[in-house]
């Protein structure tokens, strides 16, 4: 892999970043254009159903791009979806080489985008930084592969390990930049899930109100449909999924589904797979975060450990896993950790 393919890659993923939590349940795509050296055009996939990362950045090229080498971190789509195939865009505008940091495994494209750029005489190059790129579309690629939500476990815990006090009362344990983080990774995923014992005593609005994004969708698991309407989880300001054994009628911005399963959390996965609910933020307590771990039913969790201590009280989730990395937020750690057994 030479260092400019790296450099211009490097590139491409940071456009490709832009469109974090607007373009689900496609992927997030960068691509740029380079001729003699420089680039002349650059674009990502902005939102979902727009134009593609390809298309953009065509359409910004500041001149013709015949001749030139186009870097995108996924295989150009070889279908029409909401937009035409971007490999036959490419293919008209006679680029000389295409660099793909990996396939997309949509069945719909799967290397056929790839094969047509071939067939049409131009140089492809795959496998560019492939890692990098698994890891942008993580959420993705775990959708199309394993049918399921990409899972983010995350919690707060004082430093002797408890997430809670005896009476539930649990505000606040990190500090303001913390919570001000979570509410950016909000805004980064399609639906953010709580168990009964959150709602009810944290009654939490799971909205994005400190930081400038969309809001998840919300989802709580109330298996006996026992939680209070005056919640905010109910006000109706944004999409609440309900799952319980005994479903009411829906209403404004409120939809119950059912769920009789002794493996509910699986079920329920399923579901919201079916809903395109392609990311996951689960923010329950204790007990709910640890029916994932059971399952073996996460792919990544982010816990901030803080300075202070409770003594006693709700224990934090045991998390059989090495750390990925840690990085301080003020006076609090955050470790993420991902799981590299499911």
């Known amino acids: 892999m030479a260092n400019k393919d790296v450099f211009f890659m490097k590139r491409a993923f940071k456009l490709a970043l832009l ?10 795509v960068g691509c740029v254009i380079v001729k003699n050296g420089k680039i002349i055009g650059e674009g990502f996939h902005q939102a979902y159903g727009s134009a593609h ?4 950045a065509i359409n910004n090229a500041s001149t013709k791009i015949a001749g030139s080498t186009v870097y995108v971190t996924l295989e150009p789509c070889a279908h029409y979806g909401k937009t035409p195939p971007c490999t036959d865009l490419l293919i008209a505008q006679k680029v000389a080489k295409v660099v793909v940091a990996s396939k997309d495994p949509f069945a719909a494209v799967n290397g056929m985008g790839i094969q047509r750029l071939k067939e049409a005489g131009i140089q492809v190059d795959i496998n560019c930084m492939q890692e990098e790129g698994h890891h942008i579309n993580r959420r993705f690629l ?7 939500p990409y899972i983010i476990l995350k919690w707060a815990q004082t430093q002797d390990h ?5 009476d539930f009362n649990s505000k606040w344990i990190s500090n303001s930049l913390s919570r001000q983080l979570v509410h950016k990774w909000r805004s980064e995923e399609k639906g953010i899930l709580i168990g009964y014992n959150t709602a009810k005593h944290d009654n939490p609005k799971l909205s994005t109100r400190n930081w400038h994004g969309p809001s998840p969708t919300r989802i709580v698991i109330d298996p006996k ?3 209070n309407e005056t ?4 006000d109706g300001t944004q999409a609440t999924i309900v799952f319980t054994q005994f479903p009411k009628k829906n209403r404004k911005n409120v939809t119950y589904y059912n769920f009789d399963s002794k493996d509910h959390i699986s079920a329920i996965m399923d579901q919201l797979h079916q809903l395109k609910i392609q990311s996951l933020l689960v923010e329950g307590g204790t007990q709910t975060i640890e029916k994932f771990f059971d399952l073996n039913l996460w792919d990544e969790a982010r816990v901030f450990t803080c300075p202070q201590k409770f003594f006693k009280g709700i224990r934090a989730p045991i998390i059989g896993a090495q750390p990925h990395h ?4 003020s006076n609090d750690i955050l470790t993420t950790y991902y799981n590299e057994h499911n």
């Open 53 to 56: 990362a390809e298309v953009n």
């Open 142 to 148: 775990t959708s199309i592969s394993k049918g399921k």
């Open 162 to 166: 408890f997430v809670a006090k005896t």
């Open 225 to 227: 449909n026992e939680l």
């Open 19 to 28: 469109g974090m939590g607007k373009v689900a349940p496609n992927p997030m």
């Open 326 to 329: 840690q990085i301080k937020v």
């Open 231 to 234: 919640l905010h989880l109910f």
